[in-house]
Protein backbone atom coordinates (compact mmCIF):
# COMPACT_ATOMS: atom_id res chain seq x y z
CA UNK A 1 0.00 0.00 0.00
CA UNK A 2 1.39 3.34 -0.79
CA UNK A 3 2.73 5.58 1.86
CA UNK A 4 0.26 8.72 2.35
CA UNK A 5 2.05 11.67 1.43
CA UNK A 6 1.72 14.54 4.58
CA UNK A 7 1.53 18.07 2.91
CA UNK A 8 3.78 20.24 4.85
CA UNK A 9 2.33 24.06 5.30
CA UNK A 10 4.42 27.11 5.40
CA UNK A 11 4.73 28.73 9.01
CA UNK A 12 3.63 25.81 10.81
CA UNK A 13 6.35 23.84 12.48
CA UNK A 14 6.69 21.58 15.47
CA UNK A 15 9.95 22.81 17.63
CA UNK A 16 10.81 19.99 19.30
CA UNK A 17 10.69 17.34 16.84
CA UNK A 18 7.93 14.68 18.11
CA UNK A 19 7.23 16.86 21.24
CA UNK A 20 3.48 17.18 19.75
CA UNK A 21 3.70 21.23 20.49
CA UNK A 22 3.21 23.15 16.92
CA UNK A 23 3.81 26.90 16.64
CA UNK A 24 3.23 28.95 13.66
CA UNK A 25 5.19 32.08 12.28
CA UNK A 26 4.22 34.36 10.22
CA UNK A 27 4.35 38.36 9.39
CA UNK A 28 1.88 40.85 10.68
CA UNK A 29 -0.19 43.89 8.70
CA UNK A 30 3.05 45.96 9.89
CA UNK A 31 5.69 43.36 8.28
CA UNK A 32 7.25 42.65 11.89
CA UNK A 33 8.21 38.65 11.99
CA UNK A 34 5.77 36.77 14.56
CA UNK A 35 5.50 33.10 16.52
CA UNK A 36 2.65 31.58 18.31
CA UNK A 37 3.12 28.34 20.30
CA UNK A 38 -0.64 26.88 18.96
CA UNK A 39 -1.19 23.95 20.70
CA UNK A 40 -1.96 20.71 18.34
CA UNK A 41 -0.58 20.54 14.42
CA UNK A 42 -4.68 21.37 13.56
CA UNK A 43 -5.01 24.44 15.62
CA UNK A 44 -1.42 25.21 14.75
CA UNK A 45 -3.22 25.17 11.26
CA UNK A 46 -6.36 27.14 11.91
CA UNK A 47 -4.43 29.71 13.68
CA UNK A 48 -1.71 30.54 11.03
CA UNK A 49 -4.85 30.69 8.62
CA UNK A 50 -6.40 33.18 10.93
CA UNK A 51 -3.21 35.42 11.18
CA UNK A 52 -2.29 35.50 7.62
CA UNK A 53 -6.50 36.89 7.21
CA UNK A 54 -6.02 39.10 9.74
CA UNK A 55 -2.60 40.35 8.22
CA UNK A 56 -3.73 40.88 4.60
CA UNK A 57 -7.01 42.96 6.06
CA UNK A 58 -4.51 44.89 8.35
CA UNK A 59 -6.43 44.06 11.31
CA UNK A 60 -4.86 45.23 14.48
CA UNK A 61 -3.07 42.42 16.80
CA UNK A 62 -4.11 41.50 20.58
CA UNK A 63 -2.59 43.93 22.91
CA UNK A 64 -0.22 40.97 24.46
CA UNK A 65 1.10 40.48 20.81
CA UNK A 66 1.89 44.21 20.13
CA UNK A 67 2.75 45.19 23.17
CA UNK A 68 6.34 47.40 23.22
CA UNK A 69 8.27 47.82 26.11
CA UNK A 70 8.62 51.87 26.09
CA UNK A 71 10.97 53.59 28.46
CA UNK A 72 10.41 56.89 30.04
CA UNK A 73 13.77 57.61 28.50
CA UNK A 74 11.42 57.73 24.83
CA UNK A 75 9.16 60.17 26.09
CA UNK A 76 10.80 62.62 27.86
CA UNK A 77 13.01 63.02 24.92
CA UNK A 78 9.71 63.76 22.97
CA UNK A 79 9.43 66.18 25.27
CA UNK A 80 12.80 67.73 24.71
CA UNK A 81 11.59 68.16 21.08
CA UNK A 82 8.80 69.84 22.01
CA UNK A 83 9.77 72.48 24.35
CA UNK A 84 12.61 73.29 22.37
CA UNK A 85 10.11 74.49 19.76
CA UNK A 86 7.53 75.96 22.17
CA UNK A 87 8.98 77.45 25.09
CA UNK A 88 11.15 80.31 24.92
CA UNK A 89 12.81 79.10 28.56
CA UNK A 90 13.53 75.66 27.17
CA UNK A 91 16.80 75.95 28.71
CA UNK A 92 15.42 75.24 32.45
CA UNK A 93 12.73 72.71 30.86
CA UNK A 94 15.95 70.84 29.97
CA UNK A 95 17.99 70.64 33.06
CA UNK A 96 14.61 69.42 34.93
CA UNK A 97 14.20 66.81 32.05
CA UNK A 98 18.01 65.80 32.87
CA UNK A 99 17.57 65.11 36.24
CA UNK A 100 14.33 63.36 35.17
CA UNK A 101 16.46 61.23 33.05
CA UNK A 102 18.86 60.56 35.55
CA UNK A 103 16.19 58.89 37.95
CA UNK A 104 13.95 57.08 35.65
CA UNK A 105 15.33 57.11 32.31
CA UNK A 106 16.27 53.13 32.09
CA UNK A 107 12.19 52.53 33.58
CA UNK A 108 9.55 51.73 31.67
CA UNK A 109 7.27 54.80 31.05
CA UNK A 110 4.94 53.48 32.83
CA UNK A 111 6.39 54.92 36.36
CA UNK A 112 3.80 54.30 39.67
CA UNK A 113 2.24 57.22 41.59
CA UNK A 114 4.14 56.18 44.71
CA UNK A 115 7.52 56.15 42.82
CA UNK A 116 7.19 59.80 41.77
CA UNK A 117 5.55 60.83 45.18
CA UNK A 118 8.52 58.84 46.82
CA UNK A 119 11.74 60.30 44.63
CA UNK A 120 9.85 64.19 44.87
CA UNK A 121 10.06 63.95 48.74
CA UNK A 122 13.83 63.13 48.81
CA UNK A 123 14.79 66.48 46.89
CA UNK A 124 15.27 69.28 48.93
CA UNK A 125 12.97 71.81 47.07
CA UNK A 126 10.91 74.84 47.71
CA UNK A 127 7.29 73.85 46.42
CA UNK A 128 7.91 76.24 43.56
CA UNK A 129 10.69 74.10 42.46
CA UNK A 130 8.77 70.50 43.35
CA UNK A 131 5.71 72.40 41.04
CA UNK A 132 8.01 73.15 37.74
CA UNK A 133 8.46 69.10 38.21
CA UNK A 134 5.35 68.51 38.60
CA UNK A 135 4.68 70.36 35.40
CA UNK A 136 7.41 68.73 33.38
CA UNK A 137 6.29 65.47 34.03
CA UNK A 138 2.46 66.32 33.01
CA UNK A 139 4.07 67.53 29.78
CA UNK A 140 6.33 64.56 29.20
CA UNK A 141 2.82 62.23 29.79
CA UNK A 142 0.72 64.24 27.95
CA UNK A 143 2.99 63.86 24.69
CA UNK A 144 3.41 60.71 25.62
CA UNK A 145 -0.48 60.07 25.50
CA UNK A 146 -0.87 62.02 22.14
CA UNK A 147 2.27 59.56 20.50
CA UNK A 148 0.14 56.48 21.85
CA UNK A 149 3.28 55.28 24.31
CA UNK A 150 1.44 55.31 27.43
CA UNK A 151 -1.85 55.64 28.13
CA UNK A 152 -2.50 57.15 32.04
CA UNK A 153 -0.58 60.44 33.72
CA UNK A 154 0.65 59.28 36.74
CA UNK A 155 1.98 63.44 37.00
CA UNK A 156 -2.10 64.42 37.72
CA UNK A 157 -2.23 62.92 40.83
CA UNK A 158 1.22 64.84 42.11
CA UNK A 159 -0.43 67.18 44.49
CA UNK A 160 0.62 70.90 43.48
CA UNK A 161 2.40 72.62 46.28
CA UNK A 162 1.55 75.80 47.74
CA UNK A 163 3.10 78.99 46.70
CA UNK A 164 4.40 82.11 48.72
CA UNK A 165 4.22 84.46 45.57
CA UNK A 166 3.32 87.01 47.40
CA UNK A 167 6.87 87.87 48.87
CA UNK A 168 8.21 91.16 46.89
CA UNK A 169 11.87 91.85 47.91
CA UNK A 170 13.14 95.16 46.46
CA UNK A 171 16.14 97.56 46.37
CA UNK A 172 15.53 99.99 49.15
CA UNK A 173 13.76 97.74 51.50
CA UNK A 174 15.94 96.54 53.90
CA UNK A 175 19.61 97.94 55.93
CA UNK A 176 22.63 96.65 54.12
CA UNK A 177 24.84 94.60 56.76
CA UNK A 178 27.46 95.96 58.28
CA UNK A 179 31.21 96.09 56.67
CA UNK A 180 34.36 96.83 57.21
CA UNK A 181 35.20 98.45 53.47
CA UNK A 182 35.77 102.13 53.90
CA UNK A 183 34.35 102.48 50.78
CA UNK A 184 31.07 100.89 51.49
CA UNK A 185 30.64 101.87 55.08
CA UNK A 186 28.74 104.90 54.94
CA UNK A 187 26.43 104.12 52.43
CA UNK A 188 23.16 102.83 54.04
CA UNK A 189 21.02 102.46 50.75
CA UNK A 190 20.89 99.02 49.00
CA UNK A 191 20.88 100.48 45.85
CA UNK A 192 23.87 102.65 46.48
CA UNK A 193 25.74 99.93 47.56
CA UNK A 194 25.34 97.33 45.11
CA UNK A 195 25.77 100.32 42.22
CA UNK A 196 29.71 101.28 44.04
CA UNK A 197 30.33 97.33 44.13
CA UNK A 198 29.33 97.13 40.34
CA UNK A 199 31.41 99.93 39.35
CA UNK A 200 34.48 99.34 40.96
CA UNK A 201 34.42 95.52 40.34
CA UNK A 202 32.74 95.07 37.44
CA UNK A 203 32.04 97.90 35.31
CA UNK A 204 31.26 96.77 32.25
CA UNK A 205 27.91 95.30 33.66
CA UNK A 206 26.81 98.38 35.28
CA UNK A 207 24.52 98.35 31.93
CA UNK A 208 22.68 95.12 32.62
CA UNK A 209 21.71 96.77 36.38
CA UNK A 210 20.73 99.68 35.40
CA UNK A 211 18.52 98.17 32.24
CA UNK A 212 16.80 95.72 34.76
CA UNK A 213 16.14 98.43 37.03
CA UNK A 214 14.50 100.32 35.06
CA UNK A 215 12.84 97.99 31.89
CA UNK A 216 11.91 94.95 34.33
CA UNK A 217 12.71 92.90 31.91
CA UNK A 218 12.84 89.22 32.53
CA UNK A 219 16.21 87.80 32.40
CA UNK A 220 15.19 85.64 29.46
CA UNK A 221 14.17 88.45 27.55
CA UNK A 222 16.44 91.17 28.72
CA UNK A 223 19.89 88.26 27.22
CA UNK A 224 18.09 87.44 24.36
CA UNK A 225 17.71 90.38 22.92
CA UNK A 226 18.57 91.74 20.03
CA UNK A 227 19.77 95.39 18.41
CA UNK A 228 17.00 95.27 15.67
CA UNK A 229 14.28 95.18 18.77
CA UNK A 230 15.95 97.93 20.25
CA UNK A 231 14.64 101.90 19.05
CA UNK A 232 16.58 104.20 20.71
CA UNK A 233 14.88 107.14 18.27
CA UNK A 234 11.36 106.14 19.68
CA UNK A 235 13.02 105.02 22.88
CA UNK A 236 11.12 101.15 22.98
CA UNK A 237 11.78 97.73 23.29
CA UNK A 238 9.88 95.40 21.08
CA UNK A 239 9.30 91.69 22.56
CA UNK A 240 8.57 89.86 20.18
CA UNK A 241 7.08 86.89 22.39
CA UNK A 242 6.96 87.57 26.09
CA UNK A 243 6.33 84.46 28.47
CA UNK A 244 2.79 84.90 28.14
CA UNK A 245 3.05 84.06 24.45
CA UNK A 246 2.33 88.19 23.44
CA UNK A 247 4.66 90.64 22.11
CA UNK A 248 4.98 93.60 23.90
CA UNK A 249 6.71 96.83 23.83
CA UNK A 250 8.62 98.57 26.64
CA UNK A 251 9.29 102.54 26.96
CA UNK A 252 12.28 103.39 27.67
CA UNK A 253 13.14 106.36 30.39
CA UNK A 254 16.44 108.45 30.78
CA UNK A 255 18.26 105.93 32.74
CA UNK A 256 17.17 103.16 30.05
CA UNK A 257 18.06 104.67 27.56
CA UNK A 258 21.57 106.02 28.30
CA UNK A 259 22.47 102.22 29.09
CA UNK A 260 21.60 101.22 25.80
CA UNK A 261 23.77 103.95 24.40
CA UNK A 262 26.90 102.85 26.37
CA UNK A 263 26.00 99.54 25.36
CA UNK A 264 25.65 100.34 21.25
CA UNK A 265 29.66 101.71 21.71
CA UNK A 266 30.33 97.83 21.82
CA UNK A 267 27.63 96.76 19.28
CA UNK A 268 29.16 93.58 17.62
CA UNK A 269 28.10 92.03 14.25
CA UNK A 270 26.35 89.59 15.96
CA UNK A 271 23.23 91.60 16.36
CA UNK A 272 23.28 90.81 19.90
CA UNK A 273 22.83 94.02 22.41
CA UNK A 274 24.52 92.55 25.82
CA UNK A 275 28.27 91.10 24.42
CA UNK A 276 31.62 91.50 26.57
CA UNK A 277 34.00 94.15 25.32
CA UNK A 278 35.59 91.93 23.31
CA UNK A 279 32.15 91.81 21.38
CA UNK A 280 31.60 87.88 22.95
CA UNK A 281 27.79 87.26 23.54
CA UNK A 282 26.45 86.95 27.66
CA UNK A 283 24.23 84.60 27.63
CA UNK A 284 23.24 85.64 31.89
CA UNK A 285 24.23 87.48 34.83
CA UNK A 286 25.04 84.75 37.90
CA UNK A 287 29.26 85.08 36.96
CA UNK A 288 29.11 88.76 38.85
CA UNK A 289 25.75 89.67 40.07
CA UNK A 290 25.75 86.97 42.81
CA UNK A 291 29.32 88.30 44.05
CA UNK A 292 28.20 92.04 43.78
CA UNK A 293 25.24 91.64 46.17
CA UNK A 294 27.48 89.46 48.55
CA UNK A 295 30.05 92.09 48.41
CA UNK A 296 27.75 94.46 48.79
CA UNK A 297 26.14 92.83 52.21
CA UNK A 298 22.77 92.84 50.36
CA UNK A 299 20.78 89.75 52.48
CA UNK A 300 17.87 87.48 50.19
CA UNK A 301 18.20 89.76 47.15
CA UNK A 302 18.39 87.76 43.21
CA UNK A 303 18.57 89.04 39.79
CA UNK A 304 14.74 88.69 39.61
CA UNK A 305 14.34 91.15 43.22
CA UNK A 306 15.45 93.87 40.67
CA UNK A 307 12.27 93.04 38.70
CA UNK A 308 9.95 93.31 41.90
CA UNK A 309 11.93 96.90 42.20
CA UNK A 310 10.85 98.24 39.01
CA UNK A 311 6.88 96.91 39.91
CA UNK A 312 7.30 97.83 43.56
CA UNK A 313 8.62 101.61 42.54
CA UNK A 314 5.75 102.04 40.18
CA UNK A 315 3.39 101.05 42.53
CA UNK A 316 4.71 103.69 45.50
CA UNK A 317 5.04 106.44 42.89
CA UNK A 318 0.81 106.51 42.27
CA UNK A 319 1.18 104.31 38.88
CA UNK A 320 -2.24 102.51 38.76
CA UNK A 321 -1.84 99.16 38.82
CA UNK A 322 -3.18 98.12 35.47
CA UNK A 323 -0.31 100.27 33.85
CA UNK A 324 2.17 98.80 35.72
CA UNK A 325 0.63 95.09 34.59
CA UNK A 326 1.01 96.09 30.97
CA UNK A 327 4.47 97.27 31.76
CA UNK A 328 5.68 94.20 33.63
CA UNK A 329 4.06 91.83 30.54
CA UNK A 330 1.45 90.19 33.43
CA UNK A 331 -1.02 88.15 31.54
CA UNK A 332 -3.50 89.06 34.25
CA UNK A 333 -4.47 91.28 36.87
CA UNK A 334 -3.91 88.91 39.48
CA UNK A 335 -0.06 88.73 39.03
CA UNK A 336 0.22 92.54 39.69
CA UNK A 337 -1.92 92.35 42.96
CA UNK A 338 1.08 91.23 45.26
CA UNK A 339 2.53 94.61 44.62
CA UNK A 340 -0.95 96.24 45.93
CA UNK A 341 -0.42 96.71 49.60
CA UNK A 342 2.41 99.56 48.59
CA UNK A 343 0.31 101.66 46.66
CA UNK A 344 0.01 105.29 48.92
CA UNK A 345 -2.79 106.33 48.13
CA UNK A 346 -5.02 103.46 49.46
CA UNK A 347 -3.90 101.47 52.68
CA UNK A 348 -2.08 104.51 54.38
CA UNK A 349 -5.33 106.72 53.55
CA UNK A 350 -7.60 104.09 55.19
CA UNK A 351 -5.85 104.38 58.37
CA UNK A 352 -5.18 108.22 58.57
CA UNK A 353 -9.06 108.18 59.06
CA UNK A 354 -8.42 106.88 62.52
CA UNK A 355 -6.50 109.50 63.79
CA UNK A 356 -9.70 111.84 62.90
CA UNK A 357 -11.82 109.41 64.90
CA UNK A 358 -10.14 109.06 67.40
CA UNK A 359 -9.71 113.11 67.77
CA UNK A 360 -13.59 113.02 67.67
CA UNK A 361 -13.57 110.76 70.61
CA UNK A 362 -11.52 112.73 72.81
CA UNK A 363 -13.53 116.00 72.06
CA UNK A 364 -16.65 114.19 73.39
CA UNK A 365 -15.30 113.73 76.36
CA UNK A 366 -14.63 117.04 77.35
CA UNK A 367 -16.65 118.53 79.97
CA UNK A 368 -18.91 121.69 79.30
CA UNK A 369 -17.06 124.17 81.05
CA UNK A 370 -13.75 122.52 79.98
CA UNK A 371 -13.35 124.64 76.76
CA UNK A 372 -15.87 126.41 74.55
CA UNK A 373 -17.92 124.51 72.34
CA UNK A 374 -16.48 122.94 68.90
CA UNK A 375 -18.80 123.88 65.90
CA UNK A 376 -17.17 121.43 64.08
CA UNK A 377 -16.87 118.86 66.35
CA UNK A 378 -18.81 114.88 65.87
CA UNK A 379 -21.82 116.61 66.81
CA UNK A 380 -22.92 119.19 64.86
CA UNK A 381 -21.97 116.58 62.13
CA UNK A 382 -24.47 114.35 63.34
CA UNK A 383 -27.25 116.70 64.11
CA UNK A 384 -26.66 118.01 60.67
CA UNK A 385 -27.33 114.46 59.78
CA UNK A 386 -30.96 114.15 62.04
CA UNK A 387 -31.61 117.90 60.23
CA UNK A 388 -31.30 116.18 56.59
CA UNK A 389 -33.25 113.08 57.12
CA UNK A 390 -35.99 115.12 59.31
CA UNK A 391 -36.21 117.06 55.92
CA UNK A 392 -36.21 113.77 53.83
CA UNK A 393 -38.92 112.50 56.11
CA UNK A 394 -41.22 115.35 55.56
CA UNK A 395 -40.70 115.99 52.07
CA UNK A 396 -41.61 111.98 51.45
CA UNK A 397 -44.57 112.30 53.36
CA UNK A 398 -46.07 115.55 51.45
CA UNK A 399 -45.33 113.37 48.11
CA UNK A 400 -47.21 110.65 49.29
CA UNK A 401 -50.00 113.12 50.31
CA UNK A 402 -49.89 114.59 47.02
CA UNK A 403 -49.98 111.13 45.37
CA UNK A 404 -52.86 109.94 47.20
CA UNK A 405 -55.40 113.17 46.62
CA UNK A 406 -54.81 112.54 42.96
Not at 218 to 224: D, F, G, L, M
Not at 338 to 365: C, G, I, Q
Request: charged share 30%.
Amino acid sequence: MPKKIVKKIRGVFEKVPRSGEWWIQYFDSEGRRRREKAGTKGNAIDLYRKRKLEALTGAKLPEKLRFRVVKFSEIAEDARTYVRTNNSGFKFDEYRLNRLIAEFGNRPAEISIEDLRRWIGEQDWSPATCNRYKTMLSLVYRLGIEHKKVKTNPAKLLKRKREDNERVRFLGQLLPEKTEDEDLKDLKDEEARLRAVVVKDYPAHLPELMIALHTGMRPSEQYALRWDRVDLIRHLISIPKSKNGKARHIPLNTEALGAFTELSKRRSPSGWVFVTMDGERLCGYKHWFGPAVETAGIRDFTWYSLRHTFASRLVMAGVDLRTVAELMGHKTIQMTMRYAHLAPEHNLAAVEKLVSLTSYSAKSEEQPGDKAADTSGPELLISERSATRTATSVKDKALVEVVAAS
